[in-house]
C-alpha cells in the first residue's frame, strides 16, 4: 500500500483538528475524507485550513458512507453514539476503526462487539505511548502489592470534558484490577460525598478534577502504611493522542478482524 487513506470525525473539533494535522505529517498518509454532524457550522470548509495546516482539497461533510467506502481507516475520537454508528460503516467497510472515544455503555458495547467481527477496531481511552507505559507499570505494581495497598486514581482535565472518570482513568483502574485478578466493577469506587465511613479494603478510588485548560493529568497512587507510590503522567498538548491514533492506523493494515489495544500496537501487551 502506497498512500493510506484516513477519514477523520468530528474534524472540526479540537481533537480532530489535531488529527488532521497529525495525518498529514507523518509519511504515506493522508485526509481522505472529514465528517461532522449534520448542520455543522464549518461544513463545507476545507479540512486542512480549519486545521491549520493549509487547503488539502478535502471539504468537512456530513456524509459519511462514501467517505468511509474510500478510505483505508477512520479516526474515531466522538461520542459514543456516534461511535458505535460509525463502527457499523467501517465493518461495512473492512477497514480499521481507531476509536478515542470514551464513556460508552453496555448498549454500546455489544454494537461495538459486533462490529469487530468484521473489522479491525482498535480501542484504547488514551493512545499516548507514556499512557499506555503507565498502565502498564500500574498493573505490574498492582501484582506486587496486596490489598493492604489502597489504590487511587486522580484525573484532571480541562472545563469542556463532559464524562467522568476520563476513559484513561478507567484504563488505569482496569490495570490495576487486573494485577491483583479481580473485576473493576466489583471494587470501583467512583464517588464519594458525605458521611462515606471508612475506605474499604481493596477497592480501586477514583477521583476527576476538571478546570482551566488542562490537556490530561492521571496518576495511579498505591498508598501504604507510612508510604506512598505515584505514577503519573501529564499530558502537555492533543498531538500526542493523535501521532498515536495514526500509529494505530498504520499498525492495524492486514490485521485480520478484532478489538486490539494500544498495547498491541506498542507492542506491550506481555508487559
Not at 481511552?125 to 490489598?147: I, Y
Request: proline share 2%.
Amino acid at each position: 500500500m502506497s498512500t493510506l487513506s484516513i477519514v477523520v470525525t468530528g474534524a472540526a473539533g479540537r481533537m480532530g483538528r489535531a488529527l488532521i494535522e497529525a495525518v498529514q505529517a507523518t509519511d504515506d498518509c493522508r485526509i481522505s475524507g472529514a465528517l461532522e454532524y449534520a448542520g455543522h457550522a464549518d461544513l463545507g470548509k476545507d479540512a486542512g485550513v480549519l486545521a491549520g495546516v493549509g487547503e488539502i482539497g478535502v471539504p468537512i461533510t456530513d456524509d459519511a458512507l462514501p467517505a468511509f467506502a474510500s478510505a483505508h481507516a477512520v479516526l474515531d475520537f466522538t461520542t459514543p453514539d456516534a461511535t458505535v454508528d460509525f463502527a457499523d460503516l467501517a465493518a461495512q467497510a473492512r477497514i480499521v476503526h481507531v476509536i478515542g472515544t470514551t464513556g460508552f455503555g453496555a448498549e454500546h458495547e455489544t454494537r461495538l462487539a459486533a462490529a469487530a467481527r468484521h473489522a479491525t477496531l482498535v480501542r484504547a481511552g488514551n493512545m499516548s505511548l507514556g499512557v499506555n507505559l503507565l498502565a502498564a507499570l500500574t498493573k505490574r505494581v498492582a501484582q506486587a502489592l496486596d490489598a493492604d495497598w489502597d489504590i487511587e486514581i486522580v484525573e484532571m482535565h480541562h472545563r469542556h470534558k463532559v464524562d467522568a472518570p476520563s476513559g484513561t482513568a478507567l484504563m488505569l483502574g482496569d490495570a490495576a484490577a487486573a494485577g491483583r485478578g479481580v473485576a473493576l466493577d466489583d471494587v470501583a469506587d467512583r464517588g464519594r460525598d458525605g458521611q462515606t465511613g471508612e475506605r474499604t479494603r481493596g477497592d480501586i478510588g477514583f477521583a476527576a478534577l476538571r478546570g482551566g485548560s488542562v490537556v490530561g493529568d492521571h496518576s495511579a497512587i498505591f498508598a501504604g502504611e507510612k508510604e506512598r507510590i505515584v505514577l503519573s503522567h501529564i499530558a502537555e498538548d492533543r498531538s500526542i493522542f493523535a501521532r498515536g491514533a495514526v500509529k494505530a492506523a498504520q499498525w492495524g493494515q492486514g490485521k485480520g478482524p478484532g478489538t486490539f489495544s494500544m498495547l498491541d500496537v506498542l507492542g506491550l501487551s506481555d508487559f
